[in-house]
Each structure stands twice: as structure tokens, then as C-alpha cells.
T-cell receptor
Framework: KAGVTQTPRYLIKTRGQQVTLSCSPI?????VSWYQQTPGQGLQFLFE???????NKGNFPGRFSGRQFSNSRSEMNVSTLELGDSALYLC?????????????FGPGTRLTVL | AQSVTQLGSHVSVSEGALVLLRCNYS??????LFWYVQYPNQGLQLLLK??????LVKGINGFEAEFKKSETSFHLTKPSAHMSDAAEYFC?????????????FGQGTILTVHP
């Protein structure tokens, strides 16, 4: 099976712009989670989607949003970008998102905000 | 709230030496626990996980971890380090309850292996 894919791999934006990142989970996986990784804050959970519904959300401002499509592909959007949004954004999928399920991670999208 | 603490942001060992990376969790209910490894410019790869049952868990690449409820610990070990083990390691927990799809990560430990 192909692994989790994320597009684009690298992105450069300027403050105030918005950005959309895409994630394709492993075939058959219905749960998609998103994480932000920065040197200062480490890995932080953004949100999780299952069957097109957001089941869980981390402590991020409303500028961060996401959605999931019927084929389980997911997108996350960040509006009004700030310098502090520069990070590696990781997507992970699991079969059902059941408690204790391991998550399979994609390579990430590295976002730089200038 | 669930938290995960990794003691030591950097660990350095010689090739062939024991690797010990420490992880403690805080929770009133034992969580599901994971160790992931991240190589530069890559995503995270699962090394091993503990859910229920046997407290000594074996993973890939010769790594293993022991769940100790009394110490709220889940330390990662490998008897003999290889150069290829140099990477950043993350301990993570899923707290149960309604924490679907949510992993709480420690701050990470960078492992350096010297020849």
C-alpha cells in the first residue's frame, strides 16, 4: 500500500495570506489527524477527522481549519498567516482512529511564512 | 490533562553501547503509549506501542520498551546502538476517553551515535 502523501512538500507564503495543505491517507484509512511541529513547541495536535466529521480539536485559533472528503482525503487551511505559523505540518492516518490505534505519518509540508 | 515528559533533549552514545531514552507520562488512567522516530526531513515512523497486556514491548530495529505503571514510565532501550539509529525520538500517548486520533507528544530526544 502506498503511504500517507502530503502536498505540497514545501511552501513559502507571506504574512496575511492563506494556505491550503492536502493529505491523502493510506487506502482504507478513515481517520486523519493533523499536527504542527516547531522547534519551540514541538509536536502539537491540531485536529482529527473521521468520516468527514471533526471528532477532536487541539488548542489552536480559529484561523486553523480543516475538512475531510468522502474519499477520506483531508485538507487543512490557515488563514491570515502569521510568522509564527512557520512549521512542519504533519498529517497522519489510521484505520478507524480507535483509541490505541497507531498513526501512520506522511512526510509533512514545510510552511515558511515571510 | 495528559502530558508526556522525555528526560534529556540530547543523548549521546558510542556505537555498540546501550541506548536508553526516558519517557514519563502523567495520567490518572494508564494511556496507550507509543515511540516514534523521525529522521531529518521525514515524517514519523512507529517503533513500538503499548496498549494492554505484556508490559515489555518489542519493536522494530531491535528497540524495546517497558511499561511500568508504578513509575508512570515507558522508557525505550536498545542493547547495542548502530550509527543508523541517530535520529530524533518521540514518546507519545493517547489518553483514551474521547481522545480519538489525538496523540500527545513529548518534546523529543535527539540521539547521537559516535563511532
Amino acid at each position: 500500500k502506498a503511504g500517507v502523501t502530503q502536498t505540497p512538500r514545501y511552501l513559502i507564503k507571506t504574512r496575511g495570506q492563506q494556505v491550503t495543505l492536502s493529505c491523502s491517507p493510506i487506502s482504507g484509512h478513515r481517520s486523519v489527524s493533523w499536527y504542527q511541529q516547531t522547534p519551540g513547541q514541538g509536536l502539537q495536535f491540531l485536529f482529527e477527522y473521521f468520516s468527514e466529521t471533526q471528532r477532536n480539536k487541539g488548542n489552536f485559533p480559529g484561523r486553523f481549519s480543516g475538512r475531510q472528503f468522502s474519499n477520506s482525503r483531508s485538507e487543512m487551511n490557515v488563514s491570515t498567516l502569521e510568522l509564527g505559523d512557520s512549521a512542519l505540518y504533519l498529517c497522519a492516518s489510521s484505520p478507524e482512529g480507535t483509541l490505541g490505534n497507531e498513526q501512520f505519518f506522511g512526510p509533512g509540508t514545510r510552511l515558511t511564512v515571510l | 490533562a495528559q502530558s508526556v515528559t522525555q528526560l534529556g533533549s540530547h543523548v549521546s552514545v558510542s556505537e555498540g553501547a546501550l541506548v536508553l531514552l526516558r519517557c514519563n507520562y502523567s495520567s490518572s488512567v494508564p494511556p496507550y503509549l507509543f515511540w516514534y522516530v523521525q529522521y531529518p526531513n521525514q515524517g514519523l515512523q512507529l517503533l513500538l506501542k503499548y496498549t494492554t497486556g505484556a508490559t515489555l514491548v518489542k519493536g522494530i530495529n531491535g528497540f524495546e520498551a517497558e511499561f511500568k505503571k508504578s513509575e508512570t514510565s515507558f522508557h525505550l532501550t536498545k542493547p547495542s546502538a548502530h550509527m543508523s539509529d541517530a535520529a530524533e525520538y518521540f514518546c507519545a500517548a493517547n489518553a483514551g476517553g474521547t481522545s480519538y486520533g489525538k496523540l500527545t507528544f513529548g518534546q523529543g530526544t535527539i540521539l547521537t551515535v559516535h563511532p
